[in-house]
């Protein structure tokens, strides 16, 4: 290996023999903030995971405590979609939105028009409008293209603007713009003193971040999305904000939506740029994410309907929503339960009672030779996982919409509307046990710096299933054995001990960069000094593309797949090179981005240059750092 010139490495001989700083030094020169001091003491004992939720919380200071299955005080509507109507019956409100908008910029379609259906009657029979019309923009009877970008600021702004009503408290957000200089903008909707974070973290309240049409061709989430700022802002579900907030952000990818494309402008899959932070509209999103602390985030997509799945097994996608939460290495376990038991099986209920048939989130590859069924990823790049790794609970809501234009609209928006007002529901019934949750989960995060074993990749469970699909022609039923990847039980593939943290070259910058937009903290060596660690040795080297379980991801520009060993060594880290301790909440996503032998590694995706440029650091380092931004 080429040693880089701003690292050198002394074996050893069984000791540590990283130069120390004296405490007289440290005393007068440490700068670093008081949050780092307060995360280097939580790590000198491991939070211990307690049973869920049995276990009283007196046997176990540390755990949350007991938990209810509901919790007590303000009754919480039920959601949005599940009002009790008539067979057949409008519902009593007139409409869904109350206020119309004024006429917009002249009109783009960037949706096609009337399609041949891409079958036949008897399984478009199986999807029946539903109970309750909706009305946004994009869906007009006779419109023909969803939503402008306009037209959705205008709503966004008209809900901003509108009176307050009560304690509510609405503020448009702008939230960064796209590749096309499109804006991106959200909505937040609170009960709190402000309208800054500062006054929503005072609130008490957790912070819920919803997110539609990341790819460009998906428009059900983001009309939904239209109808759910509306109803917290003047509807049925503003009795949510008594126990939390709320910061819609109806549409992600701006120039995808105007041209019906998934992508963003340049070609890249945004929602597998969430760990690398390549464009503009993921690098917004970050920044929302960092700046509200959400306890849940919510992702509003779509799916192919026909396409391979007619290709491969003759059949018609049967489900009208596919849902799946963070499944990822690292991932908290308490963070998983809460996932399942709080919000995913809450939310298959909710679908139920309307008529909605749902089911896990899957797919299949355009490789029409292999015919497996894959649950969503393992890979920490969506923001499904990304998110997770933030300590949030994160759900993707996907309904059948890809290849089907406008048929079923209204049905695909109520699958989205139904499914969302359910996790809001679920997170103002359990506002107190996530708080408990998250506290518990930062800690212990923090606490298994320097110990133990870390995943440094894992894969989905290869299985079979019994999976229900529809016959294209009679629109009947067929059920169909198939091979399923269950990300629900991840197999891990490679694992090495847990450092205390990554030591970085000064020449690091732009890792830096996309490490701090995640929410990591990283510190600047101000003098010079040596640190216990492991350097990576490359043993076998081989490009390539970022694959999922479709194919290939688009956008990519060909990665750097490496086999490396580790050497444990006396590393000097000269001044001005970066440390990034695992002692913080977000510790999980440094392994993500920071192991190089992985497809989704900063190594990988040659933001870090050369392996000489890092190393993983074995004992809590002593040395002096400055404060950095």
Same mark, same amino acid.
């Given at each position: ?76 509507? /039920? +959601? !949005?979609?599940? &009002?009790?109507?008539? $067979?057949?019956? =409008? #519902?009593?409100? *007139? @409409? %869904? ?7 917009? /910029? +002249? !009109?783009?379609? &960037?949706?096609?028009? $009337?399609?041949? =259906? #891409?079958?036949? *009657? @008897? %399984? ?506």
């Amino acid at each position: 290996m080429t040693m880089h010139p701003s690292l050198r490495r002394t074996p050893l001989a069984g000791t540590d023999t990283a130069r120390p700083v004296t405490a007289s030094l440290r005393a007068m020169r440490w700068a670093t903030s008081a949050t780092l001091a307060a995360l280097l003491l939580t790590a000198c004992g491991s939070t211990p995971l307690p049973p869920w939720p049995s276990t009283p919380a007196a046997q176990r200071p540390t755990a949350p405590a007991p938990l209810p299955r509901t919790q007590q005080g303000t009754v919480v509507p /039920a +959601p !949005l979609g599940q &009002q009790q109507l008539a $067979p057949q019956q =409008p #519902p009593q409100r *007139a @409409a %869904v939105v109350s206020t119309p908008l004024p006429p917009a /910029a +002249p !009109l783009v379609v &960037q949706n096609e028009g $009337p399609m041949a =259906p #891409p079958y036949s *009657a @008897a %399984v478009a029979a199986r999807f029946p409008n539903p109970p309750i019309s909706y009305n946004t923009p994009g869906l007009g009877q006779d419109r023909r293209a969803f939503t402008t970008n306009a037209e959705l600021g205008q709503w966004l702004r008209s809900l901003a603007d509108a009176a307050p009503r009560g304690a509510t408290r609405t503020k448009l957000l702008n939230i960064g713009t796209s590749q096309r200089g499109e804006p991106i903008q959200g909505l937040l909707l609170t009960r709190a003193a402000g309208t800054d974070p500062a006054s929503l973290d005072n609130s008490g309240r957790p912070t819920v971040v919803l997110i539609g049409q990341q790819h460009g061709d998906e428009p059900a989430g983001s009309e939904a999305l239209l109808v759910i700022s509306s109803e917290l802002a003047q509807g049925l579900l503003e009795p949510l904000l008594d126990r939390i907030n709320v910061v819609v952000v109806p549409r992600a990818n701006p120039d995808g939506a105007e041209v019906g494309t998934r992508v963003t402008a340049n070609g890249t899959d945004m929602n597998r740029d969430h760990l690398l932070l390549n464009t503009p509209e993921a690098r917004a999103l970050a920044r929302v994410i960092n700046d509200y602390r959400p306890i849940l985030v919510v992702d509003a997509h779509e799916y192919t309907v026909v396409g391979r799945y007619l290709q491969k097994f003759n059949a018609i996608q049967r489900y009208d929503a596919l849902l799946q939460y963070t499944t990822t290495a690292n991932y908290p376990e308490f963070l998983t339960k809460a996932s399942q038991e709080w919000y995913h099986q809450p939310m298959v209920a909710a679908l139920k009672a309307q008529g909605i048939a749902s089911d896990w989130y899957y797919t299949t590859s355009t490789n029409l030779e292999d015919k497996r069924i894959s649950m969503g990823g393992t890979q920490p790049d969506t923001g499904r996982n990304v998110h997770g790794l933030k300590n949030t609970v994160s759900l993707l809501i996907e309904t059948r919409g890809v290849g089907i234009g406008r048929m079923h609209i209204q049905r695909r928006v109520h699958s989205q509307v139904t499914a969302i007002s359910s996790a809001l529901r679920s997170t103002a019934e359990r506002a107190a046990n996530l708080e408990q949750v998250r506290s518990f989960v930062a800690r212990d995060v923090s606490a298994q710096a320097c110990r133990d074993q870390v995943v440094v990749e894992a894969a989905a469970t290869p299985t079979q299933r019994d999976l229900d699909f529809l016959d294209p022609e009679t629109g009947a039923d067929r059920t169909i054995r198939v091979d399923w990847n269950s990300s629900l039980t991840l197999r891990t593939t490679k694992s090495r001990a847990r450092p205390c943290g990554y030591w970085l070259a000064a020449g690091s910058t732009a890792a830096v960069e996309r490490l701090r937009l995640l929410g990591l903290q990283v510190m600047r060596v101000a003098e010079p000094g040596a640190m216990l660690a492991e350097t990576y040795r490359e043993t076998a080297r081989e490009t390539g593309d970022r694959q999922d379980v479709i194919g290939t991801i688009a956008g990519g520009t060909g990665i750097v797949r490496v086999q490396v060993s580790t050497v444990r060594s006396a590393v000097d880290a000269p001044a001005g090179s970066f440390y990034v301790p695992l002692n913080q909440p977000r510790a999980n996503l440094a392994v993500a981005a920071l192991e190089p032998d992985t497809q989704n590694s900063y190594f990988a995706n040659r933001m870090i240059e050369d392996l000489g440029q890092l190393a993983r650091v074995m004992a809590t380092p002593a040395l002096v750092f400055e404060e950095t931004e």
